[in-house]
Nanobody, 124 residues
Framework: VQLQASGGGLVQAGGSLRLSCAASGRTFSTYGWFRQAPGKEREFVAGIRWSGSTTRYTDSVKGRFTISRDNAKKTVYLQMNSLKPEDTAVYYC????????????????????WGQGTLVTVSS
């Protein structure tokens, strides 16, 4: 089982990036995106359940980021708009075979599989 994240890069403040995470080996019910800035703990960014109708976002990205998924391609996306320097971090995708309840989607301990991370740098 592998999760392959891509799409990171350097962008100016106010710009956009789209991250992708492709799963191989199995199908997952819940996907999450987390990020870790230098010297900080890994934090939840967004999560999505199987149907795509249930999503959750951390407050700091609401209205700017959108998580989506394509189950046929076993891929989850994170569209990031209006990027800010404080969004700079390594972004990790995570997945779990369970359809996590809303309150659990934000916990990194609930996800069994992790991708390798992709670096997003937002310049001011």
């Amino acid at each position: 089982v592998q999760l392959q994240a891509s799409g990171g890069g350097l962008v100016q403040a106010g710009g956009s990036l789209r991250l992708s995470c492709a799963a191989s080996g199995r199908t997952f019910s819940t996907y999450g995106w987390f990020r870790q800035a230098p010297g900080k703990e890994r934090e939840f960014v967004a999560g999505i359940r199987w149907s795509g109708s249930t999503t959750r976002y951390t407050d700091s990205v609401k209205g700017r980021f959108t998580i989506s998924r394509d189950n046929a391609k076993k891929t989850v996306y994170l569209q990031m708009n209006s990027l800010k320097p404080e969004d700079t971090a390594v972004y990790y995708c995570a997945a779990d075979s369970r359809n996590l309840i809303f309150s659990s989607m934000g916990s990194k301990n609930e996800y069994d599989y992790w991708g390798q991370g992709t670096l997003v740098t937002v310049s001011s």
